[in-house]
C-alpha cells in the first residue's frame, strides 16, 4: 500500500497491548508494523469476499439491483 505517514496515539486494553507485542516480536516487526499489516490483510480479506458474494450473483443483474434496492430501503 503505502503513502503519507500520519500519526495516532491508540488506546488500548494491557493484555491486547501485551498480545501485540508478542505477536510483533515473534514476527520480527514493530507493533506499528504488525497492525499495519493485519489492517492490510483485512481490508483485503473484505475486499475478496465482497467480490465473491457479488460473483454469485454475477448472471443475475436484476437480482443484483432488487438488493441493493432492499438495502437501501432498510436504511431509511
Not at 500500500?1 to 500519526?7: A, D, E, T
Request: proline residues 1%.
Amino acid at each position: 500500500m503505502g503513502g503519507s505517514v500520519s500519526r495516532r496515539q491508540l488506546t488500548l486494553d494491557e493484555d491486547i497491548l501485551a498480545l501485540a507485542e508478542t505477536l510483533a516480536l515473534r514476527k520480527g516487526v514493530s507493533v506499528e508494523k504488525l497492525v499495519a499489516d493485519l489492517v492490510e490483510q483485512a481490508g483485503e480479506s473484505s475486499r475478496r469476499i465482497n467480490d465473491n458474494v457479488m460473483g454469485l450473483f454475477s448472471d443475475d443483474p436484476g437480482l443484483i439491483d432488487q438488493i441493493t434496492e432492499d438495502a437501501l430501503s432498510l436504511r431509511d
